[in-house]
């Protein structure tokens, strides 16, 4: 007779004290090989730990394989969204089933080696409570990403008061005492490696090498990409609205010699300005009180978001969680 699989895996069925937190948006071709070397890499601890795949939405067979992992292996748990809710909420949603004393946030597409959680936890045995994993490299990337990637964290570096490390994405190993601080947070518009950075706590990087992806394409196109920039750029920085006060000074200022010289032409030569002129400074000053309406209204949305409360995402199915098997809101 076969054994029930929760004896013929050890620890299958123990608190976790490593949670393995990966989103999961049409990854079929993936998850099995992710799978593997996850699997691979944490029973070489010989401790009990989790893996917690985030179905976002995914439009091919991802969830169905997901489902076969879980009921293979029960130390795969499935929080399965009722739709696409994004990246960001669904490592929240990761942070919030987890039961480890250690979680790591982790991509399913390979990019991140899952042998470099072997690092991290042996950095957060050292003492540290978040470990992030910066790239030394970046392998298979374009020229275009790999510029706008560091347009993008220096600009984050100079205009937020936060000190989020370059070069780091959401690969990280978080204490429970950083993940129970994460939970608390329930804002819409998420930039999580920023949060991650904003609570504190003793933090150390790993250096490592960014591979290829294993097989699919980058769920991260342009569009996404400057929608991310967006949300981290509003969420921890007023420096586009403190221009708009700034430019309308330097406006106002301008204009201010702009009606002295006019008046002294005037008086003493007589000129008289065309009004071609005229035409083209008000179409500039208009074109520059649109931009800034729309920065003003970037906020604006992002409040309006706040207010209306609404859950962060909507939970389909749950497998494996004890407590959350049910349809969930969060």
């Known amino acids: 007779m076969i054994a029930p699989q929760e004896d013929r895996i050890p620890g299958a069925l123990a608190q976790p004290i490593y949670s393995i937190v990966a989103p999961v948006f049409n990854e079929e071709e993936t998850l099995p090989q992710f799978y593997i070397r996850i699997i691979q890499v944490m029973e070489t601890l010989n401790e009990p730990f989790e893996l917690v795949l985030i179905n976002d939405g995914s439009k091919d067979k991802s969830y169905r394989v997901m489902q076969e992992l879980h009921q293979n292996d029960p130390r795969v748990r499935i929080i399965d969204f009722s739709r696409n809710f994004g990246h960001q909420i669904a490592i929240s949603a990761g942070l919030d089933y987890a039961q480890g004393k250690a979680v790591v946030v982790i991509d399913s597409d390979l990019q991140d080696p899952p042998e470099v959680i072997l690092e991290l936890i042996a950095r957060w045995k050292e003492g540290a409570e978040v470990v992030y994993a910066q790239r030394a490299s970046r392998v298979g990337e374009t020229k275009f990403k790999l510029l706008t990637a560091s ?22 190993l978080m204490d429970r005492a950083v993940v129970d601080s994460l939970i608390q947070m329930r804002e819409h518009h998420r930039f999580m490696r920023g949060l991650s950075a904003w609570v504190g706590f003793r933090q150390e990087a790993v250096l490592y090498n960014r591979q290829e992806r294993y097989a699919g394409s980058t769920k991260y196109p342009l569009k996404k990409m400057i929608s991310f920039s967006l949300d981290a750029i509003t969420s921890f920085s007023h420096l586009p609205l403190q221009l708009a006060t700034t430019f309308g000074f330097i406006l106002a200022g301008i204009s201010l010699l702009g009606i002295l010289v006019a008046v002294f032409l005037r ?11 005229t035409l083209i400074l ?41 407590k959350k098997d049910a349809t969930e809101e969060q």
């Open 151 to 172: 347009l993008f964290y220096r600009l984050i570096d100079r205009i937020t008061s936060v000190n989020i490390p370059r070069n780091v994405g959401d690969f990280r």
């Open 267 to 277: 008086l003493i030569t007589g000129a008289i300005v065309g009004q071609a002129s």
């Open 282 to 322: 008000v179409l500039f000053l208009g074109g520059v009180q649109l931009i800034f309406l729309g920065i003003i209204g970037e906020y604006l949305g992002r409040i309006y978001d706040e207010v209306r409360a609404r859950p962060l995402y909507i939970v389909h199915h749950a497998l494996g969680f004890s």
